[in-house]
């Protein structure tokens, strides 16, 4: 594992441990029984009862064990140890049964053998992925022949905007193509509560679409589906609003550019 992923695991071992008393996490409410899946993954990913399901980047699993309380069979794969160790302790806890593998993404192989029927991501994945084609490569790996790739992620046309806190408008300012050096950041607030501060470095690459769908298709992939949102699962820019559904919206309405993506994949029989 190079240094920048080195560092990244240091930091979601951290993020960790502010996440999981994070309000926008709600915790308490998927202890009591809530799901952490939004309605958008469930309908586009379908039926999973009885079907066995890889979830990578799970981080500490609440996802993972969702699908798994609608009948899946699931396996959740993170890098980060306080993650893996708090997926287990919950799985534990609630009763719902999962398997948990610490392991860097790209180092699967040597911990993993399994096929799936579906393998599952989604939001804020792929910006800490160095290279998207051993990622492809892996899903195609990983999937029984007819299996189901799917992935909600953030669309990357968000990531050319400012975002800091005081932006009131859309503004240009970073390249939409991707680069093999990282962009470092260096916030001090945790994004899922800003008032608790991280002091520690994130890096984080950029991956356009073409990067994303040419991955797949390298890897052999047939994509099915691929569907763009004028909404976001959080305040990605300050001045999104929330709406009763629950997701982020441009004001009065307008829907200037996509701020989600979804995909779904399947590989040839």
Known sequence: MNSYLESNRELWDRLTKINARAKSYNLDGFRKGESSLKPLETREVGEVRGKSLLHLQCHFGMDTLSWARLGAVVTGVDFSPE???????????????????????????????????????????????????????????????????????????????????????LIVRYSYFHKDEPMKWEDDGAYADPTQNVRMPAYEWTHNLSDILNSLIRAGLVIEEFNEFPYCCYDHYPFLEKGPDGWYRFKDGKETIPLLFSLKARKPV
């Open 83 to 169: 993650a893996i160790r708090l997926a287990r302790q919950l799985s534990a806890e609630l009763s719902i049964p999962a398997r948990f593998i610490e392991s860097d993404l790209y180092d699967l192989p040597g911990v993993l053998e399994d096929r799936f029927d579906i393998v599952f991501t989604s939001y804020g994945v792929l910006c800490w992925l160095p290279d998207l084609v051993p990622w492809a490569g892996l899903i195609g790996r990983y999937l029984k022949p007819g299996g189901l790739f799917y992935i909600a992620e953030f669309h990357p046309v968000n990531h050319v905007f400012e975002n800091e806190r005081t932006t009131k408008e």
